[in-house]
């Protein structure tokens, strides 16, 4: 009488199961909410995993302040729902110094997400954070643990990972040592979009198309949506046009490349994802910073 | 290059780009099957699951078009692609050309998606190969068909049955470099089959294919090779039976990962199911408590469920108020797993530090977590010949066999009965390091499986009728040493004293009881055991057994010492140094050792761990033998 489980089921049952083990190992664990659909797919088998109690850990927006005013609004509602604690944070010193995706290329993301992360993590004492990413995201991806121990200083070697038999994780690690924990590593972007649909998962609505404010940077089709902001930063205001678009991965705004689109709901998307023949981080210039081997450079240095 | 399909067995994007809803149906109800991909380096895994990636459309354009000039940078099949790139994916391995950690990658077709452990050929990464088939239903195998079964073959196939692996692919690839010739095919399936035997593989699905090419990967029946009226290998993949449906149909277990209580109304129970089926008003037993209670329900946020599988993570409430927590397991009250601190394991080493033997590790298994020490090992496995060879210690990428004891009782199954209540690792308490991934295979007092048939007739009561307290005198020590001739002697003067007594020594008993077994690691640790448990049953008799045995390992005579009751065990040590048992040489074996005409040889080429604590110890050099057996008895009376 018992019918194979589905294979949304048994990476449901993963998830679940990896998210339990940090929460009962780690010491402090907390949750990487990037307001992105993973992060929404990740913060939803959280509630899953505790109910009918809420996650007993807080989720960390590591912010850049240059994301999409609607991710800022969905992620005070998000964490609202879930009955969690929503810490934001912010490298004082990229604030300081005004770092940008357009004066300072690669150091945005440095600076903001990478040295933010590792400053936060370092803030609060987490010893375990969960994050967001999947093994088919990218090729560094697809060699990384589920459970990935980074040194005190939150470099990842990818030559000396613990090994990981069946579903035992190791999360003995020594004082000032974290790790990162990837519990949807085995989900493919449908499986992403399939679950969202099933469950009825509330994403930010940029994943849907609509006429949007865009702009044509370096040959990038780009979303205006803070446009003051833009002209102060840029120096001159960008030629907008409008155009439907939206956009396959979220991020910094003028880092995230918007697609012309008319899947405005959400099996459009899954059809227009299913048919198209570009690759979901395309629309992400950070993957080609540092040539072939960009990403894996990156999380060496502590990126997640 | 071969055209792209685009309806094939993997998706149908006329349907994608009419009816997408009836489409996302169909897909919702796919199922998963996780499989690897092993074999000697250059067999072409990589390629192999580059073809499945491709031909399933897992490529996308942008990474095409980096494929393809990738291909010409440092690919290695000159203008045509180079699929080992898409799966090659650090740095490192792009330089080197080989694979070096374990790759996951996906790929749909219609009825299933499928998550592809590549494993590594290189032979010091068998660890990775472990780590991928830990949690693989299926592996293939792939061989070239130009070389044939290769010891590395031989070693990736062995590594999958021990992991438990039972759908084994035999994938003979490049059949386009020889022609698609049927009789290649046909001497390596011989071949394996003569192999897969030797090694207890029940058996296997042999394919000839082309990763390359593509012939028999997605289409059956490929026109190159008219001969072959198998499965392609997607079919076969799409057909086998996954492992959580294997684990629905055994007794349930539910190892605790957490206890949920949100509030003093509500304590749920929350845990991945390892096997078998629950629902509401079960009767189940919390281990190692051994409370039972019932099922009150299983809950989840999507409401309450009627029933659960293996597979599922849920959460349970009670009906009773019972102790369970973090570490402790649920299951089918009538038929529970055992409970033990004594296992025999199977051990695989992860670490570039040798094991510790009696070093306290951290074992995890299921999600208990305890302190464990493992024995010598019994012996290690060459995986390349299969030969059982005698280790002190086991090295990366050693396998060997030895016994595990933890510091408290296990709740467990065997590893061939259920992989999650039977796996384990092992952990470094200094370096947090996974040092290795083991496998028990028993527990050694197996108590709880074969139960106790009480005798009213009890050991005391023997023990009482000829009036001595029964003990087992274990004579150790180097061959020539005296051991028989000093326990000769103890015998004699007990005699005199009227005790009962019975000498078991080592050459006479390898006349009868063990006259099976030879002089391999693993047949002097049997020989040792069975010694063992004869003197076990002859001190249940009552009697005072002395038995001399060269015993040249202390986890054989700490075996020994656990199994008999406290204070029986009295060792004695006859420590004779080596120049002086070689000069007496008794028996002529020294000379014969040193000639090497007789291999494992106590002191020429195998060790001699003396005693760390014997309670008794005879110098030879000094003593008589009649001294030492004087000794002796002075040593072990009153004896009442």
């Not at chain 2, 399909?5 to 199922?31: C, F, G, N, P, W």
């Not at chain 2, 086998?240 to 629905?248: G, H, R, T």
């Not at chain 2, 048992?581 to 020294?590: F, I, T």
């Not at chain 2, 005693?611 to 050099?621: L, Q, R």
Request: a negative charge.
């Amino acid at each position: 009488m018992t019918a194979t489980l589905t294979h949304l089921q048994r990476l449901e049952a993963e998830a679940i199961h990896i998210i339990r083990e940090v929460a009962a190992e780690a010491e402090k664990p907390v949750m990487l909410y990037s307001v992105g659909k993973d992060s929404a797919v990740m913060l939803h088998l959280a509630k899953k995993a505790f109910y009918p109690s809420p996650p007993p850990f807080p989720l960390l927006h590591v912010d850049t302040t240059w994301k999409f005013k609607a991710m800022y609004e969905l992620r005070e509602k998000a964490a609202q729902d879930a009955g969690m604690e929503l810490l934001v944070y912010q490298n004082p010193e990229a604030k300081e110094r005004g770092i940008n995706p357009f004066d300072h290329g690669p150091l945005h993301t440095d600076m903001w997400k990478t040295e933010g992360l590792k400053q936060a993590l370092n803030h609060y004492g987490f010893d375990a954070a969960f994050g967001g990413a999947r093994r088919d995201e990218e090729k560094s991806r697809a060699k990384e643990r589920v459970f990935s121990f980074r040194t005190a200083s939150h470099g990842w070697d990818p030559k000396n990972q613990r090994p990981e038999l069946w579903n035992l994780y190791n999360a003995k690690k020594k004082k000032g040592e974290s790790i990162r924990v990837f519990p949807i590593s085995n989900w493919t972007e449908l499986d992403v979009w399939q679950y969202i649909q099933l469950e009825n998962i509330e994403i930010v609505p940029l994943y849907f198309s609509a006429p949007r404010p865009t702009f044509i940077y370096e040959g990038g089709l780009f979303m205006a949506d803070d446009i003051e902001r833009l002209e102060e930063v840029m120096g001159e205001k960008p030629e907008i046009t409008t155009r439907s678009v939206r956009f396959r991965t979220l991020g910094c705004f003028p880092l995230t490349g918007a697609v012309e689109s008319e899947a405005s709901t959400l099996s459009e998307v899954i059809q227009e994802t299913l048919l198209t023949t570009t690759s979901e981080r395309q629309g992400r210039v950070i993957d080609k910073d540092a040539g072939g081997a960009g990403m894996e450079k990156k999380k060496q240095e502590g990126y997640f | 290059m071969t055209e792209q399909t685009t309806d094939s067995v993997y998706r149908t994007d006329a349907l994608i780009a009419e009816d997408i809803d009836s489409y996302l149906e169909t897909h919702q109800h796919k199922t998963m099957l996780r499989f690897i991909t092993c074999g000697s380096v250059d067999d072409g895994k990589s390629t192999l699951i580059g073809r499945l990636l491709y031909d399933s459309k897992m490529i996308f354009e942008d990474q095409l078009e980096a494929l393809s000039s990738d291909s010409k940078k440092v690919g290695t099949q000159g203008q045509e692609i180079d699929f080992a790139l898409l799966v090659d994916g650090l740095a490192a391995e792009r330089e080197q050309g080989i694979t070096i950690d374990v790759a996951y990658r996906f790929f749909n077709t219609e009825k299933r998606k499928f998550i592809v452990a590549d494993c590594p050929g290189h032979e010091q990464y068998t660890r990775n190969m472990v780590t991928g088939a830990s949690t693989a239903d299926l592996a293939v195998i792939l061989v070239d068909a130009r070389k044939g079964v290769l010891v590395q073959t031989r070693r990736h196939s062995y590594l999958c049955h021990l992991i438990g692996i039972k759908n084994i692919v035999l994938a003979v690839n490049k059949m386009d470099l020889v022609d698609y010739d049927q009789a290649t095919f046909d001497k390596i399936v011989a071949e394996y089959s003569a192999f897969a035997e030797e090694i207890g593989i029940e058996s296997f699905t042999a394919m000839p294919i082309s990763g390359f090419k593509g012939d028999n990967i997605t289409a059956a029946s490929s026109e190159n090779t008219p001969w072959y009226d198998g499965p392609s290998l997607v079919d076969h993949l799409e057909g086998v039976e996954v492992l959580s449906d294997v684990a629905a149909d055994k007794p349930f277990r539910m190892p605790v990962q957490w206890v949920n209580r949100p509030n003093l109304d509500f304590r749920g129970f929350s845990g991945l199911i390892a096997s078998g089926q629950v629902k509401p008003g079960d009767t189940v037993r919390a281990l190692p408590s051994g409370k039972t209670s019932t099922v009150k329900s299983i809950v989840t946020f999507d409401g309450e469920l009627d029933e659960a599988q293996a597979g599922q993570s849920v959460t349970i409430t009670l009906e009773d108020e019972i102790d369970c927590s973090r570490g402790d397991v649920l299951c089918v009250a009538d038929n529970p797993p055992e409970t033990a601190d004594q296992f025999e394991a199977t051990l695989v080493w992860l670490n570039d530090e040798d094991m510790h033997v009696g070093r306290g590790y951290w074992l995890k298994l299921g999600t208990q977590t305890v302190s464990a020490t493992v024995q010598q090992p019994k012996y290690r496995v060459d995986v390349n010949t299969m030969d059982e060879l005698a280790a002190k210690t086991l090295s990366l990428n050693d396998i060997g066999v030895a016994e595990v004891y933890s510091d408290k009782p296990l709740v467990f199954e065997p590893y061939a009965d259920n992989r999650t209540m039977g796996g384990f690792i092992l952990v470094d308490k200094i370096t947090n390091a996974t040092v290795a991934a083991g496998m028990l295979n028993f527990s050694l007092r197996r108590s709880q499986n074969v139960h106790w048939q009480a005798t009213d007739i009890t050991r005391e009561h023997h023990a009482g009728m000829k009036n001595q307290t029964p003990r087992v005198l274990w004579f150790t020590g180097l061959s020539g040493s005296g051991k028989s001739t000093i326990a000769n002697e103890v015998e004699k003067k007990l005699a005199l004293m009227n005790r009962h007594t019975f000498l078991l020594d080592g050459d006479n008993v390898r006349h009868g009881l063990n006259k099976d077994l030879g002089f391999t690691e693993a047949d002097r640790i049997e020989n040792i055991r069975r010694v063992g448990e004869v003197a076990r049953l002859m001190t249940d008799a009552g009697l005072i057994v002395l038995t001399a045995f060269i015993s040249p390992f202390r986890a054989e005579r700490q075996m020994v010492r656990s199994m008999l009751e406290d204070h029986e065990f009295i060792e004695v040590f006859v420590d004779t140094p080596l120049e002086v048992a070689e000069e007496r040489d008794v028996k002529g074996l020294y000379k014969k050792a040193r000639s090497g005409q007789l291999k494992n040889f106590t002191g020429i080429d195998s060790p001699y761990e003396a005693p760390e604590n014997p309670e008794i110890t005879v110098n030879t050099v000094e003593m008589t033998p009649e001294e030492a057996a004087d000794y002796i008895i002075q040593q072990i009376l009153p004896l009442k």
